[in-house]
């Protein structure tokens, strides 16, 4: 019987295909996820929740600019994701107000950082660790 020889070069093809379509993926399992799209996060439903403060916050700039006029006292006893808020109104601002959208660029942006972590790190393993590296910031 003949064994299967796996050299480090395939291991290194092989997370470098998978890093560049984990990106892809993960916004393929975000929209999944967020279908039919339907915006989840008003007043009614998310009261005292701090995405509503988040999406208020970002309509406002999307609305009335980067000032956030809604923003009517100190930003101290608020959540604290002062650029998240820029975040949220880019999204809208490009594709309309809906937190769904949001949840869907966020897939994006996690398959890409995780792409981004092996690359800064795959030079410093082997290609067996590596690999394994990508699997597992893939799956946690």
Not at 54 to 80: D, E, N
């Amino acid at each position: 019987m003949r064994r299967l020889r796996i050299t480090p070069r395939q291991l290194s093809s092989t997370a470098a295909a998978l890093a560049a379509l984990l990106p892809l993926v993960y916004l393929a399992l975000g929209y999944l996820r967020a279908r039919p799209f339907v915006d989840d996060v008003d007043a009614l439903v998310s009261a005292g929740d701090d995405w509503l403060v988040y999406k208020t916050f970002a309509v406002s700039v999307v609305r009335g600019g980067l000032s956030i006029p809604a923003l009517s006292t100190t930003y101290a006893v608020l959540p604290h994701g002062f650029l998240y808020i820029y975040f949220l109104a880019a999204v809208f601002a490009v594709l309309g107000v809906n937190a769904a959208y949001v949840y869907v660029v966020q897939s994006l942006i996690l398959g890409v950082s995780v792409s981004l972590t092996w690359v800064a790190f795959r030079k410093k393993l082997s290609a067996a660790s590596g690999l394994m590296l990508l699997v597992s910031l893939a799956v946690w």
